[in-house]
């Protein structure tokens, strides 16, 4: 906490503790701004090049064909 010693505007040991937390919850919140912000860019980023892209990029096939899921279906019972 603050020195006892320094207290220029002359406020009670509890107003100080108060001011204190409250910076402390600002800064955070400051902190949380910045990194949405930071994520929201991202995606802009993202979506823009998307958009960028010409209309035929979007009915291009696959370029790993055998990523998809195939599931085989067996007819015998256990």
């Not at 409250?22 to 949380?32: D, H, V």
């Not at 929201?40 to 979506?47: G, Q, T």
Request: aromatic share 6%; charged share 20%; hydrophobic share 50%.
């Amino acid at each position: 906490m603050s020195d006892d010693k320094i207290n220029i505007l002359g406020h009670t040991e509890r107003t100080r503790l108060t001011a204190d937390i409250t910076y402390l919850m600002l800064k955070g919140a400051g902190y949380a701004a910045i990194f949405c912000l930071a994520i929201w860019l991202v995606i802009a980023v993202i979506a823009g090049i998307g958009r960028a892209l010409p209309p035929e990029s979007r009915d291009a096939q696959d370029p790993t064909p055998w990523s998809a899921l195939t599931i085989v279906a067996e007819d015998h019972i256990v």
